[in-house]
């Protein structure tokens, strides 16, 4: 049959991590390779979608979101990130942060346009950039604590470099950027005239005392920055796909433009529930939680350490990248099998995030589990050691 998929398609790898979750699922497995994030929805928001639903929004939004929401992301981006965004002209609301950076990617880069990303980097990222034609680079953070090299940056720099990519807290690191780091990165894209866009989704889960700084919120970088973010983690409500962008007006508009063809709207209903949530939940909710994820990432990690699995310890967000090199096989996947056969656990093989061989000792933990699982989980973990 002469017929076959794009070029495009070719170019793309089956996602890691959902293999291993369909291979979890095999075995009746603990789920730790997905961040489906299987803890309970603040029930504020869950009432809030009902009643839509129950009021009629059942149809399609405008393109950008309905504006409850983009009001209450408005006032929680200049309380929290200290970012002044218009809702009617700066945020743009899309089918979860996924969805933002996709639409993001097909309304600012052309074929050939280079993007620079911190090593280990989140799959999906280098994959919505591929999609578009456009060419990854990378800068290599190291272990444990994921520090970089600015002279690395600068030298990966080049005539066709478009945009720096920024995740932080980071998935699968959790790393969480200094502002010192996110300084000398604000100051090699104000000198090269480069793009920064940033994945915030984990902003609420840092922990030992750190604080979230938002790229935008540093001089003059507001005007070069697209700031991304999302619910699906911080309500625990990943199925439903609400994440937004945040940028200047003339790239809003096109990113808006992009998103509209490629999702039409985020669904409408849900969008109320979110907007319920962030209208209503006050600043302890937030301190909770990361509390709560802080308590889960002690308890994992002890249980790594235990197994002969050193982690590097997340300075935030709810992965852990253990390093499994004493575990049979050449290969992370063999590793990530290994370990599913013997304990029931699955994790990600660690290529799924870097572009060498360096990945093979890794594997990728998410700990936003129901706290009996998480147990149960570290309990079978140990049984390594």
Same mark, same amino acid.
């Given at each position: 049959m002469k017929h076959n998929s794009s070029d495009r398609t070719a170019r793309?790898? &089956?996602?890691?991590?959902?293999?291993?979750?369909?291979?979890?699922?095999?075995?009746?497995?603990?789920?730790?390779?997905?961040?489906v994030c299987d803890t309970p929805v603040p029930e504020v928001v869950i009432r809030g979608a009902k009643q839509a639903m129950d009021q009629g929004y059942n149809i399609y939004?405008?393109?950008?979101?309905?504006?409850?929401?983009?009001? !209450?992301?408005?006032?929680?981006?200049?309380?929290?990130?200290?970012?002044?965004?218009?809702?009617?002209?700066?945020?743009?609301?899309?089918?979860?942060?996924?969805?933002?950076?996709?639409?993001?990617?097909?309304?600012?880069?052309?074929?050939?346009?280079?993007?620079? @990303?911190?090593?280990?980097?989140?799959?999906?990222?280098?994959?919505?950039?591929?999609?578009?034609?456009?060419?990854?680079?990378?800068?290599?953070m190291r272990a444990p604590e994921w520090t970089f090299d600015i002279k690395e940056l600068e030298r990966a720099v080049s005539p066709?470099?478009?945009?720096?990519?920024?995740? $932080?807290?980071?998935?699968?690191?959790?790393?969480?950027?200094? &502002?010192?780091?996110?300084? &000398?990165?604000?100051?090699?894209?104000?000198?090269?005239?480069?793009?920064?866009? $940033?994945?915030?989704?984990?902003?609420?889960?840092?922990?030992?005392?750190?604080?979230?700084?938002?790229?935008?919120?540093?001089?003059?970088?507001?005007?070069?920055?697209? $700031?991304?973010g999302g619910y699906s983690k911080t309500f625990s409500i990943t199925g439903w796909r609400i994440g937004y962008s945040v940028a200047e007006a003339k790239w809003a508009k096109a990113i808006g433009a992009m998103s509209d063809v490629l999702y039409?709207?985020?669904?409408?209903?849900?969008?109320?529930?979110? !907007?319920a949530g962030i209208r209503e939940l006050s600043d302890s909710f937030y301190a909770d939680l990361a509390k709560e994820h &802080?308590?889960?990432?002690?308890?994992?990690?002890?249980?790594l350490d235990k197994a002969g699995m050193p982690p590097s310890v997340p300075q935030g967000a709810y992965y852990v990248l253990a390093d499994v090199s004493r575990l049979p096989g050449k290969t992370g996947r063999?590793?990530?099998?290994?370990?599913?056969?013997?304990?029931?656990?699955?994790?990600?093989?660690?290529?799924?995030? @870097?572009?060498?061989?360096?990945?093979s000792r890794f594997m990728r933990f998410c700990m936003a589990k129901m706290d009996d699982d998480l147990e149960q989980a570290s309990e079978h973990i140990e049984k390594l050691g």
């Open positions: 793309l790898a &089956q996602s890691d991590i959902r293999a291993m979750t369909l291979a979890c699922a095999k075995v009746n497995g603990i789920n730790m390779s997905q961040g939004s405008r393109f950008d979101g309905i504006a409850e929401l983009r009001e !209450a992301i408005a006032k929680k981006m200049e309380d929290f990130n200290l970012i002044k965004a218009d809702p009617e002209t700066n945020i743009t609301v899309s089918a979860g942060a996924t969805g933002s950076f996709q639409a993001t990617c097909m309304a600012l880069l052309n074929p050939g346009d280079e993007i620079i @990303f911190f090593e280990p980097f989140y799959a999906y990222h280098i994959q919505a950039v591929i999609a578009v034609d456009a060419v990854p680079r990378y800068v290599t066709r470099t478009k945009a720096i990519v920024v995740n $932080t807290p980071g998935n699968p690191s959790g790393k969480v950027f200094t &502002q010192r780091e996110l300084e &000398q990165v604000a100051e090699c894209a104000r000198r090269h005239d480069l793009m920064v866009i $940033t994945d915030e989704i984990y902003e609420y889960f840092v922990f030992d005392g750190r604080e979230h700084v938002s790229m935008a919120s540093l001089p003059n970088m507001s005007d070069r920055t697209i $700031t991304i039409v709207c985020a669904p409408t209903p849900l969008q109320h529930g979110v !907007a &802080q308590q889960k990432r002690d308890r994992f990690c002890r249980a063999e590793r990530a099998m290994y370990l599913l056969d013997k304990t029931g656990v699955a994790g990600v093989p660690g290529e799924a995030f @870097f572009t060498g061989s360096e990945g």
